[in-house]
C-alpha cells in the first residue's frame, strides 16, 4: 500500500497517511437499484444535493450535509409510489466544512 506524506512545517516529523484517508465516495442508490429522475430537471440525487448545499453549507459538515441529502430522497415517493436511498461512504478523519 503506498503512503501519502504529510509535512506539518519545516521541523516536522512526516506523517504517514493511508492512501484511501479523507474521501467521502456517494451513490444516487444502492448497487443494482433503480436511481429515479425527471425527465426535465434530472436526476433527484443532484436536485437535493444543490438544495441542501444552498440551505445548509455555510453551517453543516459534508458528511451531514449528505445524511440530510438521503433523507430527502427517502421520504420522496417516485413512480409507482417506490422509494430510493442514497450511499455514503466515507473515510474522512475529521468533519469537512466549506465555509468558516
Known sequence: MLNVFLYLGIDSVPVS?????DMLICHATYDGMVAYRNK???SYFIMFICTVFRKYAHEQ???ELMTIV???ISFKSY???TK???TTESSLRAAFYFYQ
Open 40 to 42: 426535465i430537471l434530472g
Open 79 to 81: 413512480r409507482y409510489d
Open 70 to 72: 438521503n433523507d430527502y
Open 84 to 86: 430510493m436511498t442514497s
Open 61 to 63: 459538515h459534508i458528511a
Open 17 to 21: 497517511l493511508p492512501t484511501y484517508c
